[in-house]
């Protein structure tokens, strides 16, 4: 299923990319302006995306995110959750060849009272550069089935 955003403007080299990722079984959920997310199914019905491919000039450059949601660890600080995502789910990404690439937290706000804060998420970026289209399905394929959030404690 791809949803396009209708404010941007995808390269041919996006757009070419996300036709072989579709023809390899990839299901694309989201094309931007420089990237591609991919979609993961939460469920039968629902969808969500913490994968993200950009084409390059040399390959191609994915990402992904490990998250761990305040509310779930109202204990633990924003560092004991990040530091607990490195030694754990981040393990696996460092092992096959990503490299941690950024560190943020996002918060979740009540839509109805957008002064309200639900919940904050905490997530560490992790990427990869790829220089064949081979290694990048390989390489979502294996994100795919990495867990990516730190569950409840």
């Given at each position: 299923?791809?949803?396009?955003?209708?404010?941007?403007?995808?390269?041919?080299?996006?757009?070419?990319?996300?036709?072989?990722?579709?023809?390899?079984?990839?299901?694309?959920?989201?094309?931007?302006a420089?990237?591609l997310?991919?979609?993961?199914?939460?469920?039968?019905?629902?969808?969500?995306s913490?994968?993200?491919?950009?084409?390059?000039?040399?390959?191609?450059?994915?990402?992904?995110?490990?998250?761990a949601?305040?509310?779930?660890?109202?204990?633990?600080s924003r560092?004991?959750?990040?530091?607990?995502i490195?030694?754990?789910?981040?393990?696996?990404?460092?092992?096959?060849?990503?490299?941690?690439?950024?560190?943020?937290?996002?918060?979740?706000?009540?839509?109805?009272d957008?002064?309200?804060?639900?919940?904050?998420?905490?997530?560490?970026?992790?990427?990869?550069?790829?220089?064949?289209?081979?290694?990048?399905?390989?390489?979502?394929r294996?994100?795919?089935?990495?867990?990516k959030?730190?569950?409840?404690?």
């Open positions: 299923m791809l949803h396009k955003d209708p404010s941007s403007t995808s390269s041919s080299k996006l757009a070419e990319l996300a036709q072989q990722l579709e023809r390899a079984g990839i299901e694309i959920f989201e094309v931007g420089d990237e997310r991919i979609a993961e199914r939460v469920r039968h019905h629902m969808m969500d913490a994968i993200r491919v950009r084409a390059t000039d040399t390959g191609y450059d994915l990402r992904f995110t490990i998250a949601s305040q509310a779930e660890h109202p204990t633990s560092d004991e959750l990040v530091t607990v490195r030694e754990t789910l981040g393990r696996d990404a460092l092992a096959r060849g990503f490299r941690e690439v950024d560190v943020a937290s996002t918060e979740l706000r009540d839509p109805s957008p002064s309200r804060v639900l919940d904050v998420s905490h997530g560490v970026d992790y990427g990869l550069v790829v220089d064949e289209l081979s290694k990048l399905l390989e390489a979502i294996w994100a795919l089935e990495l867990e959030t730190l569950g409840a404690s």
